[in-house]
């Protein structure tokens, strides 16, 4: 269950309370900018990175003031893995909430791959690049979307790899993801590992925006999915608002992912803008064949009730998508 413990700075911050010991503080945050970029699959680029800019600085600042985090600005290190950290615009994100220039970036290169083309196992294949800075005693934060945790496993490993070679002593790390549970698995060993090897090691505190989505497997009752990949609403821990959201348009919970590739919606519009018309062109094709909304909402986040949302064509609403889209891409 999700208590709430902040609305201020037009961020709502809730608490993931759940049975069990957990050593990481887990939280959902919600504000209208990242609903608007899980909701509006046409919020892309410039306009993307800057609206969960603007969120996560909403959230630090709202998390310093609630004493949830204690950041100082000379200690402060952005880690960013690179490409999916770029989407956060920490850096810029630290600066707007505090008013501080004097905070670090650092950089690592993670790629990953399946195995195979039709392996459920990914591994690293690109990690040549590191620019790793950090003072004396460091706070880290982290953004990056987190579905399998490949990446973010390697790339927590180099950073505490790299802190024992600087002499660095880490105090925390502050980790904001649009992800799914294997994110605070990680982060757990990962706190543990801190633990041991810093002294005075205080926190690691995980920021799910939105919610704690689900990964799909091979065995998740999803017509359309890419396992390993998509962070998708069925079984997923939502923020009250978010769950709110899907009302305020039928398109909303429809989408195959509330994030899609992070990489190419801030980077390369092109190879994104393919990746959402190839699935409304899937849902037209299978409105043509006789799916109807209910059922299609019904697979995708089961816990609405259809009936607020009117009488709905799951062909007209996959015609219009369509026709949004391909207007831009052709632009």
């Given at each position: 269950?999700?208590?709430?413990?902040?609305?201020?700075?037009?961020?709502?911050?809730?608490?993931?309370?759940?049975?069990?010991?957990?050593?990481?503080?887990?939280?959902?945050?919600?504000?209208?900018?990242?609903?608007?970029?899980?909701?509006?699959?046409?919020?892309?680029?410039?306009?993307?990175?800057?609206?969960?800019?603007?969120?996560?600085?909403?959230?630090?600042?709202?998390?310093?003031?609630?004493?949830?985090?204690?950041?100082?600005?000379?200690?402060?290190?952005?880690?960013?893995?690179?490409?999916?950290?770029?989407?956060?615009?920490?850096?810029?994100?630290?600066?707007d909430a505090f008013d501080w220039n004097l905070h670090g970036s650092s950089f690592i290169s993670a790629q990953r791959a399946r195995i195979n083309p039709d392996s459920e196992e990914w591994h690293i294949i690109e990690s040549?690049?590191?620019?790793?800075?950090?003072?004396?005693?460091?706070?880290?934060?982290?953004?990056?979307?987190?579905?399998?945790?490949?990446?973010?496993?390697?790339?927590?490993?180099?950073?505490?790899?790299?802190?024992?070679?600087?002499?660095?002593?880490?105090?925390?790390?502050?980790?904001?993801?649009y992800g799914g549970k294997r994110t605070e698995e990680i982060l757990?060993?990962?706190?543990?590992?801190?633990?041991?090897?810093?002294?005075?090691?205080?926190?690691?505190?995980?920021?799910?925006?939105?919610?704690?989505?689900?990964?799909?497997?091979?065995?998740?009752?999803?017509?359309?999915?890419?396992t390993g990949t998509d962070l998708v609403k069925r079984e997923a821990l939502m923020a009250p608002e978010f769950v709110e959201s899907q009302y305020e348009n039928p398109a909303f919970p429809m989408e195959r992912c509330v994030i899609y590739d992070a990489g190419s919606r801030a980077f390369w519009l092109p190879e994104y803008l393919e990746d959402v018309i190839e699935y409304w062109g899937q849902v037209h094709t299978m409105a043509r064949r006789g799916r109807t909304f209910e059922q299609q909402v019904g697979e995708r986040v089961p816990n609405l009730d259809c009936s607020k949302f009117g009488a709905v064509d799951l062909e007209e609403l996959a015609s219009a998508q369509l026709t949004k889209l391909k207007s831009i891409a052709n632009s």
């Open positions: 269950m999700l208590n709430r413990i902040s609305k201020r700075n037009d961020c709502s911050i809730y608490k993931i309370e759940e049975e069990g010991k957990t050593s990481v503080n887990r939280l959902v945050i919600s504000n209208a900018e990242t609903r608007a970029i899980c909701n509006d699959t046409t919020v892309m680029g410039v306009n993307y990175t800057r609206k969960l800019r603007k969120a996560c600085s909403m959230a630090m600042k709202s998390l310093q003031e609630e004493q949830v985090i204690c950041l100082e600005e000379r200690k402060t290190i952005v880690f960013n893995i690179l490409r999916g950290g770029l989407n956060f615009g920490l850096r810029e994100a630290i600066a040549d690049y590191q620019k790793v800075y950090m003072p004396q005693s460091a706070q880290i934060v982290i953004g990056d979307v987190v579905a399998t945790g490949t990446s973010l496993e390697f790339g927590l490993e180099a950073l505490v790899k790299q802190a024992e070679i600087n002499n660095t002593n880490i105090e925390s790390i502050l980790f904001f993801t757990e060993n990962v706190d543990a590992l801190c633990r041991a090897k810093f002294k005075g090691y205080q926190s690691t505190t995980l920021c799910y925006i939105e919610g704690r989505f689900t990964v799909p497997t091979v065995s998740t009752p999803l017509t359309i999915k890419l």
